[in-house]
């Protein structure tokens, strides 16, 4: 397991934490707790915890052996009328 850091409100890798603020933020005029504040604040405002899409395939598509080692591809068999 990767050793965390906390800097305010988050937690993060120590390597990135280390690497903001000996060789990232120096000569930049960007404080690195500043930073860990605003990447925060924009995760808060724009991340995503979870997104869950649901799919409903249509019965034309049917699952067939293919070549390889996955289970097979979906083929479609349109409708005769």
């Known amino acids: 397991m990767t050793e965390r850091v906390r800097a305010d409100a988050i ?3 120590f390597r990135l934490h280390d690497f903001v603020r000996h060789e990232a933020a120096p000569g ?3 404080d690195p707790a500043a930073f860990w504040r ?5 995760e808060r405002e724009n991340g995503n ?3 869950e899409f649901e799919l ?4 034309e598509l049917e699952r067939r052996p293919g070549p ?3 289970s097979g591809a979906l083929v479609h068999h ?3 009328a």
């Not at 605003?38 to 924009?42: C, H």
């Open 11 to 13: 937690e993060i890798d």
């Open 28 to 30: 930049t005029g960007v």
């Open 38 to 42: 605003a990447a925060d604040s924009f």
């Open 49 to 51: 915890t979870y997104r």
């Open 56 to 59: 409903a395939l249509p019965r």
């Open 68 to 70: 390889g080692a996955r």
């Open 78 to 80: 349109p409708r005769r």
